[in-house]
């Protein structure tokens, strides 16, 4: 009886093992595609309308998938996905400046939701955030945490060109700012939710 209990603990530690390294296989696929799929969409911004004198777009559809990879697989999913799609990104911004403020503003989108579940709604993992309430209380908590990221980070920026804290600069930036992280926010937060959740695709696709 000894025997065969010791063989077969040992067949359920290779099936376990075997089953947690199919899953991270999983998560990394899933990061890998929609990473490559938000480098294949970033040259279509260039096509929306952009902030005379900033040079970008008031909405950047490249954050989305990275949102959406995040919801489907969770923390892992996400964060590759995000890292990843950014480095992509500097094909197309050599500079490295809006690729880096693009994972800046994009961090809270993910880490806040994701904590927010892991303190509040552990039991329920990812599906906690198909409540609707408790979504938008999560993103709204993120979009501040974005503000308090971004708005110190472009008057860093800008400061390197004009004085920042002349009453009219500053006014001018800090409308600039609110105003298109705002609206990515809102999109951010929308359009990932709406792909995932009322479609059903978390439920039958969803990894935590």
Do not use: C
């Not at 998560?27 to 260039?46: E, F, H, K, N, T």
């Amino acid at each position: 009886m000894t025997k065969q209990s010791d063989t077969e603990d040992g067949i359920d530690l290779e099936l376990t093992a075997e089953s947690e390294s199919s899953e991270r296989i999983k998560q990394v696929v899933i990061a890998g595609v929609l990473a490559s799929l938000s480098i294949a969409i970033a040259p279509s911004a260039s096509m929306i309308a952009r902030v005379a004198g900033w040079g970008i777009a008031l909405f950047d559809p490249v954050s989305l998938f990275w949102i959406a990879a995040f919801l489907i697989g969770g923390y892992r999913v996400g964060i590759i996905s995000v890292f990843a799609g950014t480095m992509g990104l500097f094909l197309y911004d050599p500079t490295a400046i809006g690729p880096v403020f693009k994972l800046l503003a994009t961090l809270p989108m993910i880490l806040i939701p994701y904590y927010s579940v892991r303190k509040l709604r552990s039991v329920e993992g990812g599906a906690a955030l198909s409540r609707p309430k408790f979504y938008s209380m999560t993103m709204i908590l993120a979009f501040l945490v974005r503000l308090a990221i971004m708005i110190p980070a472009n008057l860093l920026y800008w400061s390197l060109f004009i004085p920042v804290f002349e009453p009219a600069n500053f006014v001018y930036i800090m409308t600039i700012v609110l105003s298109i992280n705002t609206v990515q926010s809102i999109g951010d937060a929308l359009v990932p939710y709406l792909i995932i959740h009322p479609t059903k695709i978390f439920k039958y696709f969803g990894m935590w």
